[in-house]
Antibody
Framework: QVQLQESGPGLEKPSGTLSLTCAVS?????????WNWVRQPPGKGLEWIGE???????NYNPSLKSRVTISVDKSKNQFSLKVSSLTAADTAVYYC??????????????WGQGTTVTVSS | DIQMTQSPSSLSASVGDRVTITCRAS??????LNWYQQKPGKAPKLLIY???NLQSGVPSRFSGSGSGTDFTLTISSLQPEDFATYYC?????????FGQGTKVEIK
């Protein structure tokens, strides 16, 4: 059974940098899947942040691209998210998710339970 | 970016009702459309991929249809555990984008 587990500080200061890690179990980070980050502000909908492949190729949401870095650590079977220049608008539940392919179609089939990040002084 | 618009934003229904949620895309992309269910305090769950394919383990009362710009999620007979928020998501082009969600509430 594939499981994803987010970890990281729950409180960050404005202008600071958020760092989260997603530990993968039951699957290899080196598989053909893509590894994603999605966030959800309180009471709002889902926003895709970005993704990384096993080889380190990345795709980012243009709305966040200048502030976001996603990396992979194969030795620990995990991937990470950094978001810089934080503001209150970055307060959200952050999810990691696996994207799997189905004959050329892709879906986020496994999700972490989510971690809440609050940006406040 | 491809904009995804769901309707309605919320609905009230009774157990046993047939429920239909619509998702419209700002540009055409064949069947690159997924549906997710999210319950309060929980992560989203993939229900339907490629517009009409049921994810493993999802009850058969859920079905999806559509292609191009107009897609539909149907719950044939609403069950108590189906009260949740549903999101569509396009997987055609980066950035992946979601609809704003449809909240299904108990009447």
């Amino acid at each position: 059974q594939v499981q994803l587990q987010e970890s990281g500080p729950g409180l960050e200061k404005p202008s600071g940098t958020l760092s989260l890690t997603c530990a993968v179990s039951g699957d290899s980070i080196s598989s053909s899947n893509w590894w994603n980050w999605v966030r959800q502000p309180p009471g709002k909908g889902l926003e895709w942040i970005g993704e990384i492949s096993h080889s380190g190729s990345t795709n980012y949401n243009p709305s966040l691209k200048s502030r976001v870095t996603i990396s992979v650590d194969k030795s620990k079977n995990q991937f990470s998210l950094k978001v810089s220049s934080l503001t209150a608008a970055d307060t959200a539940v952050y999810y990691c998710a696996r994207v799997s392919g189905y004959s050329g179609y892709y879906g986020m089939d496994v999700w972490g339970q989510g971690t809440t990040v609050t940006v406040s002084s | 970016d491809i904009q995804m618009t769901q309707s309605p934003s919320s609905l009230s229904a009774s157990v046993g009702d047939r429920v239909t949620i619509t998702c419209r895309a700002s540009q055409s992309f064949s069947s690159y459309l997924n549906w997710y269910q999210q319950k309060p305090g929980k992560a989203p769950k993939l229900l339907i991929y490629a517009a009409s394919n049921l994810q493993s383990g999802v009850p058969s009362r859920f079905s999806g249809s559509g292609s191009g710009t107009d897609f539909t999620l149907t719950i044939s007979s609403l069950q108590p555990e189906d009260f949740a928020t549903y999101y569509c998501q396009q997987s055609y082009s980066i950035p992946w984008t979601f609809g704003q969600g449809t909240k299904v509430e108990i009447k």
